[in-house]
């Protein structure tokens, strides 16, 4: 099994987060289980280990993390023109993350220049605190670069499925670009950071911020639905896992991005029993309906008809747990939104929905089209998001992101 | 009383490198390169007494500032040309950290006190290798920054007759029927005043009565202080009357006339020249690509490229200052405005511009991305020109 099912116990990273009582300690996931450890604070990053935030190694291992309190997904477009302008854009991408990942003195070094940071943090910050993930959009390999023949096998642009609501405004891009971090300054720091040094290169295109809570009372985090997310998924430790799963040959992956508003005054006006039933799980503790424990698997062998778990519950239909459906797994990382309003009145939140996978077609494709139509489907509406190529990690400090596939 | 502050200024001094999540390299360089004695002093008495020689690369210094009057602190090479650091203003009793890149060589440092009198240090050495990061410029004057605007008023003075007989053939333009050729002369006197904006400052209230927006009146278009080329670009655009439009436009001319007249006797601020050279295009993204200052002519290319030769105008006659003390950063702001202009330029139909929300949304990335990096260019000019004026802030 390459589960990773949540420690139950106080000690969970979960647990730790909750309380103030145990700062001092960093939570790390090792072997599959998550565990406290005693460390230094300032390594501590929503309970990931500070390794996990470097972006130097073969892969960009941010994306394994899990779900930061804070983060912004930010998608660009390139407007810079031809191929040399394109690489110096990376080169100073690449040097903004390795900057931000090193931390800096930033005192004001040149009195005839505005600062060179934005003090967001103070006058200097730390490294280590901010997870930076890059990804590149099927667009960027159409004519104006010369890199159709370059883009990733698979790459595309992210299709309409039948139950979407897609706003054009929020959806693709050239590139996307995700900081996470344990508080929100972090990652507007870095936000700003990175349009400051790249503009005039690349252009917002959209942006979704997003929170995930401490564990309530412990477990996976809560969405805006009242249940626990992120409970299930494929271990991110086993590498064996990843390979299968996640990576892909040149050690990147696929990031689908889904802006998904959550229609929250309807779905409070729904039953516990149906909320539950359209879920699969219970509420309460997030535990299947036919088993007690939120990490106690569910047994659909032994419920063919769906008597206790619906056939067409959202986590039934997600992941029917065959032997012919374990290729089709996916690495969940989804944050809550809050937009304010819309133009009713209505609460405008939702959920900021990433996946990442080897194959687009083959897992996050077929699992939404299992879930066509499933009853949840009512409640939650897909407004935006995209399709991302997600790069390799930075070999050293020399590298850049993008070398590959520009040189 | 002063050796007490120096002790406490070396313990905080200690703590400083001491503490956590300061980048240690960038910590331990500074420590390796300048072993850093304690405050360095500036007041009448002397300048930076003291002061030893300094590695090559990036130093901190700790200048304390032990006399009355506040105190400007520069590094300088030798022969008081060039200036590589510069500490604005250190009002007495305070400590504040100068850091500079300096290259081998001998540098030595002025402390210009409130009162205008100049001291200088002891000379001092920089060795070691050649390092990269090494900015230097030579310090605008007051007498460089008077002559800039000097240059800049007369061509001020110059658009401002243009745009005097241009608001008179729009308003003779209202004695007849004709809207289409209002609008054009309407739009020919907007783009006008529209290069002009490096003086919004010195033009006092005509500023607001030629130009303002309805925004922070409180009936909004209906406010009777409601005046100017916006008031009469809304009646234009939903069918004022023969009447209104007419009053409004009179009032407009006779407001230009009223400026044309009263514009020798203004006063333009020594730093404005620097200011505006990216304050206008600052404004063009906040209200023009925004569609905020759209009261009805989607004229807002046709504003960006106005708001692009005013800033022209500001830039050239800040040349001759740049051109000496600063040629690569005159270099690079004349080029990110060739790329701008570029862009708007390559929008341009053979009708004349579009309107923005026109616009696919490749070309409306491709404006606004463009000018954003524009911004980001022309950012150090007014930092860099910028002189200190303590004493007369009028
Ligand atoms: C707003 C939209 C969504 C909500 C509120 C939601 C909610 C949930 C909840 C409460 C769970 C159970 C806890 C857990 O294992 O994490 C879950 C599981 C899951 N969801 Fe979603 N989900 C949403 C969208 C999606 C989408 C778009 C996909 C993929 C196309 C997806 C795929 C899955 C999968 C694969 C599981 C795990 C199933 C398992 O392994 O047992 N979900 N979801």
Redesign the pocket.
């Known amino acids: 099994m390459d589960e990773t099912p949540l420690t139950p116990q106080g000690s969970s990273r979960r647990g730790f987060l909750l309380g103030g009582a145990t700062a001092g300690a960093a939570a790390v996931i090792a072997a599959g289980r998550r565990m406290a450890v005693a460390d230094d604070t300032s390594q501590e990053m929503g309970g990931v280990l500070a390794a996990e935030l470097s972006p130097y190694g073969p892969n960009q291992r941010v994306l394994l993390n899990e779900p930061s309190r804070a983060t912004a997904m930010i998608s660009f477009d390139v407007i810079a023109t031809g191929r040399k302008q394109l690489s110096d854009l990376f080169a100073v991408i690449s040097d903004r993350v390795k900057v931000l990942a090193a931390g800096e003195s930033v005192a004001v070094s040149d009195p005839s220049r505005p600062p060179a940071d934005n003090g967001v943090l103070g006058p200097s910050f730390a490294g280590n605190q901010v997870g930076v993930l890059i990804g590149v959009g099927a667009s960027l390999f159409d004519h104006r670069f010369g890199l159709a023949a370059r883009k990733p096998v698979g790459l595309k642009p992210m299709r309409t499925f039948p139950n979407d609501n897609l706003d054009p405004a929020i959806c693709h891009g050239d590139l996307s670009v995700q900081f996470t971090a344990a508080t929100p300054d972090v990652v507007t720091h870095a936000l700003r950071d990175l349009t400051k040094h790249t503009r005039g290169a690349m252009q917002p295109r959209w942006r979704v911020d997003g929170f995930t809570s401490p564990p309530r009372p412990d477990g ?1 985090p809560r ?3 009242g ?7 494929p271990s991110t430790t086993d590498t064996g896992t990843l390979d299968r799963l996640i990576w892909t040959k040149d050690g990147g992956s696929f990031q ?1 991005v ?1 802006i ?3 229609l929250v005054e309807f779905w409070d006006r729904v039953s516990l029993q149906e909320q539950e039933l359209m ?3 219970r509420r309460d503790d ?1 535990s ?1 309906l036919d088993a007690d424990g939120e990490l106690t ?2 047994d659909y062998a032994r419920d063919p008809q769906g008597l206790i778990i619906p056939t067409d519950a ?3 239909l ?2 029917p ?1 065959t032997p012919r459906t374990e290729a089709t ?2 690495l ?1 990382r ?1 944050w809550n939104y809050d937009l304010g309003l819309d133009s009713n009145g209505q609460l405008n939140q ?2 900021l ?1 990433t ?1 990442y996978q080897q194959d687009i077609e083959r897992q ?1 494709e077929a ?2 089209t299992r ?1 066509i139509d499933e009853p ?1 489907t009512d ?2 509406s ?1 407004v935006g998001g995209g399709y991302f190529s997600v790069l390799p990690g930075l070999a050293d400090r020399n590298d850049t992101y993008a070398k590959a596939l520009l040189s | 009383m002063i050796v007490i502050i120096c002790l406490i200024g070396l313990a905080v001094l200690a703590g400083l490198y001491a503490a956590p999540g300061r980048s240690p390299t960038a910590a331990s360089s500074a420590v390796a390169r300048s072993p850093d004695p304690g405050p360095l002093a500036v007041s009448s008495r002397g300048c930076l007494p003291g002061i030893t020689d300094l590695r090559s690369g990036r130093s901190t210094l700790r200048i304390r500032n032990t006399g009355n009057s506040p105190e400007e602190v520069q590094i300088l090479d030798d022969t008081h040309t060039y200036d590589y650091a510069d500490l604005e203003l250190v009002a007495p009793g305070t400590t504040r950290e100068l850091i500079v890149v300096l290259p081998p060589g001998r540098f030595g440092a002025s402390c210009e006190a409130d009162d205008g009198t100049i001291g200088y240090s002891d000379p001092f050495q920089v060795t070691g290798p050649a390092v990269g990061g090494v900015h230097r410029w030579i310090p605008a004057t007051l007498t460089d920054l008077g002559n800039a605007v000097t240059n800049y008023r007369t061509s001020v003075t110059a658009g401002l007759k243009q745009l005097a007989s241009d608001t008179d053939a729009l308003q003779a333009a209202t004695d007849g029927q004709d809207r289409a050729m209002i609008k054009k002369r309407w739009l020919t006197a907007y783009l006008d005043y529209e290069q002009l904006g490096g003086v919004y400052d010195t033009f006092g209230d005509y500023a607001d009565k030629i130009n303002g927006l309805p925004s922070g009146l409180p009936r909004g278009v209906q406010d009777p202080a409601f005046t100017g080329f916006h008031k009469i670009e809304y009646l234009l655009w939903h069918n004022g009357s023969d009447d209104q439009i007419r009053a409004a436009t009179r009032l407009l001319d006779r407001d230009v006339h009223g400026l044309v007249k009263a514009f020798p006797h203004q006063e333009t601020a020594p730093n404005d020249v620097p200011l505006r050279t990216h304050e206008i295009l600052e404004n063009t993204m906040q209200l023009t690509l925004t569609g905020q200052d759209d009261l009805g002519s989607h004229s807002g290319l046709a504003t960006t490229a106005a708001n692009i030769d005013g800033t022209r105008m500001t830039l050239k006659a800040l040349t001759p200052l740049l051109q000496q003390n600063d040629p690569a950063l005159l270099a690079s702001a004349e080029h990110s405005l060739d790329q701008l202009d570029a862009v708007v330029t390559s929008l341009h139909r053979r009708g004349g511009y579009p309107a923005l929300r026109a616009l696919s949304r490749t070309q409306q990335e491709r404006l606004d991305g463009t000018l954003s990096g524009t911004l980001e260019s022309l950012d150090p000019i007014p930092t860099e020109l910028e002189v200190l004026l303590t004493q007369d802030n009028s």
């Open positions: 996976a969405n805006l639905l249940f626990k997310d992120g409970t299930s998924n689908v889904r998904i508003r959550n879920i699969g799980r997030g299947p698997a569910p959202h986590i039934r997600a992941n747990r797994r996916i969940r989804s939702g959920t929905f996946c996050f699992v939404q879930l949840l409640y939650i897909p």
